[in-house]
Structures are given as structure tokens and as C-alpha cells.
């Protein structure tokens, strides 16, 4: 899995980076899953995994590359403050979400 950064924008009112990223799957032929994806985004720009957060990630139907857009942000309970409560949870691994469901 291949990634890369198309775009990097300063939100500075929201206090984040919005990114705009482009992971090549052709070894993997589906897309991968967010936990894979976020670690990898957290990689290539030397953040922590936990404070990125996929709003959308697509593969284009015919193709082996899905585009993508992350929040990454400078604490973790400013993120919970600024995105909807399905994004939070959708970028949550799943062991974590096991223990908070019971």
C-alpha cells in the first residue's frame, strides 16, 4: 500500500491540517481498511494515529486507487469537540470499540 499526500491545508479557526491523500492498493485489491490507512497517513507526516481522522476514503470503480480526505488534530478532546460523533466513531479501532459497546 502506497501512500500519498495530494494536498495540506492550515485550518487555523478549527486549529487542523485538512488533507487530501491518494493510496494505491494494487497489491491488496480492495480498499483498505481506515485503521491501515491512518497508520500509514501517520507515517508519511510524522503524526500520531490517533489524532487523524478519514471523513471519506473511495476507490473509483475500474481502479486500484482511493481518494481520500483527513482531519488531523493537535489533541484529541478538541477533535471530539469539532467532528459529528459518527466520524469519531467510525475512526475508533475496533478493539476500543468492543470495550465501550460492553
Known sequence: METKILSET??????RKEVVF???HSQTGS????TEVKEALAKALK???NLIFIKKMETKTGTRTAIGTANIYDSLEHA???EPEYIV???IPT????KEGG
Do not use: G
Open 22 to 24: 491518494q493510496v494505491e
Open 80 to 82: 471530539k469537540l469539532i
Open 31 to 34: 480498499t483498505p481498511p481506515r
Open 95 to 98: 478493539e476500543e470499540q468492543k
Open 89 to 91: 466513531k467510525r475512526n
Open 10 to 15: 492550515e485550518n487555523k479557526l478549527l486549529k
Open 47 to 49: 503524526k500520531d494515529a
